[in-house]
């Protein structure tokens, strides 16, 4: 297909845009791109911003594009997820060593700063899976919840919340 259309009167529109008032049979349509296909009558659909109704593909997720420019080696363009990774694989690497609670520890806080990159940078390239929102509330609910489960860890707890060793009695007993 070429770039350049014939408008009814024969004029030659570039980008294959049909001009205002003309009509064309459907068979001589071009399609740009998937919003302006034609509809079922053959006229082109309005182009628009808003997401169709139905997705046929996975859009990249606002934030994701690259976290350093498009010549820069790959690691450098997506070190906010290395950051994240390395973190937590030092902490799996700890707690392998028998230091669960530093690992486990290690391993929130690789999440809370995966969640604060989240939050803080415009572009993190594979750091962002979703909405910047949801992102940032997932990693942020899952690293709170882990370093809090690690600092409860028996025996010795570093934080004791008093209702919680309550309702676990009054569930497990029922006394």
Do not use: C
């Not at 820069?72 to 937590?88: C, D, F, I, N, T």
């Not at 962002?128 to 370093?147: E, K, N, P």
């Amino acid at each position: 297909m070429s770039a350049e259309h014939r408008a009814p009167n024969g004029q030659e529109t570039p980008g294959g845009l049909e001009p205002p008032g003309g009509h064309e049979a459907p068979e001589d349509l071009s399609v740009r791109d998937p919003i302006s296909a034609p509809d079922a009558e053959g006229r082109p659909r309005r182009v628009t911003r808003r997401f169709p109704l139905f997705t046929k593909d996975t859009a990249r997720p606002e934030g994701g594009g690259r976290a350093a420019p498009g010549d820069a080696p790959a690691p450098v363009r997506q070190w906010p997820v290395l950051a994240v990774l390395g973190l937590a694989g030092l902490g799996l690497l700890v707690t392998a060593f028998g230091q669960f609670r530093l690992g486990t520890l290690l391993i929130g806080a690789a999440l809370l700063g995966g969640g604060a990159l989240r939050w803080l940078l415009p572009d993190v390239g594979m750091l962002a899976v979703r909405s910047r929102f949801t992102d940032i509330v997932t990693y942020g609910l899952l690293g709170t919840v882990i370093v809090l489960l690690a600092l409860m860890a028996q025996p010795e707890p570093w934080l004791q919340i008093p209702f919680l060793k309550d309702t676990l009695h009054f569930t497990v007993t029922n006394e």
